[in-house]
């Protein structure tokens, strides 16, 4: 029983550890120039948006923040 805990717990820790790396926390809409939280419900088509890591690298590539999402 231990053994199975133990496993279960180190699979969901891995899993966390890798999830950051795959999403970003940041897009941004090429066409309006405004970037969102990547949770944000004005996001329609994520594959179309640029992927920024933090906001500062968003605002530095031009990018204004989302008035809905206030990232």
């Known amino acids: 029983m231990f053994k199975k805990i133990a496993l ?6 891995c899993v966390s550890i890798a ?4 999403a970003s926390d940041y897009l941004g809409n090429p066409k309006s120039m405004k970037f969102h939280y990547s949770s944000c419900s004005t ?4 594959e ?7 906001r500062d690298d968003a605002i530095a ?6 008035k809905r999402c206030n990232p």
């Open 8 to 13: 279960a717990t180190l699979a969901a820790v």
């Open 19 to 22: 999830t950051p790396a795959l």
């Open 43 to 46: 996001i329609k088509h994520p």
């Open 48 to 54: 179309r948006f640029v992927e920024f890591s933090t």
């Open 61 to 66: 590539a031009g990018y204004e923040p989302c």
